[in-house]
């Protein structure tokens, strides 16, 4: 019960930044720095940015105050990230392919279950002593970072920086 309740505040905080995200940039009148960290339009990569930086975020944080205990801890954290991230692109993708439509309500619903991958992930990977190295975990975050600010400037013209709103099966 003790790691449950170890993850409840990081799940909500995480869910709770990663919504406020979703309209910052447009609150902010499409101000360019906040539409690095935050959604500037519905691609599925843009969407990505609402579980990346909120967990960044709270990271540095966590980090910062003596939360983070050491290099596995990160490494946990960032293997939880990379999962998270990934269920999010696999289930809106297969969930999209079996009914052919766009539902706002089961998209909603799949950012909350991929942020409650990222933790559980995170707790596997801390009990299972899995460990890319400090070095290597560091670096993942600053190249996701990096790449989420080139591919914010600059989508590449593929399926996942496609915004989905103007897609006619939104419903």
């Given at each position: 019960m003790s790691n449950i309740r170890k993850y409840?505040?990081?799940?909500?905080?995480?869910?709770t930044l990663g919504v406020l995200f979703h309209f910052t940039y447009?609150?902010?009148?499409?101000?360019?720095?906040?539409?690095?960290?935050s959604a500037v339009n519905e691609s599925t990569w843009e969407h990505l940015k609402l579980l990346f930086f909120?967990?960044?975020?709270?990271?540095?944080?966590q980090g910062r105050t003596?939360?983070?205990?050491?290099?596995?801890?990160l490494c946990a954290r960032t293997l939880?990230?990379?999962?998270?991230?990934?269920?999010?692109?696999?289930?809106?993708?297969?969930?999209?392919?079996?009914?052919?439509?766009?539902?706002?309500?089961?998209?909603?619903?799949?950012?909350?279950?991929?942020?409650?991958?990222?933790?559980?992930?995170?707790?596997?990977?801390?009990?299972?002593?899995?460990?890319?190295?400090?070095?290597?975990?560091?670096?993942i975050w600053i190249g996701l970072t990096i790449l989420f600010v080139i591919f914010t400037i600059h989508a590449p013209n593929l399926g996942l920086f496609y915004d989905l709103q103007s897609h006619p099966k939104s419903i």
């Open positions: 409840i505040f990081p799940y909500i905080f995480v869910c447009d609150l902010s009148g499409a101000n360019f720095v906040v539409g690095l960290f909120p967990l960044l975020i709270l990271t540095i944080i003596g939360l983070a205990k050491d290099a596995d801890w939880g990230m990379l999962v998270g991230m990934a269920v999010i692109v696999v289930a809106f993708y297969t969930l999209w392919g079996i009914t052919g439509r766009l539902i706002d309500v089961i998209n909603i619903a799949l950012y909350f279950i991929g942020v409650f991958f990222v933790f559980w992930t995170q707790e596997k990977a801390s009990r299972e002593m899995i460990s890319l190295g400090a070095s290597t975990c560091i670096g």
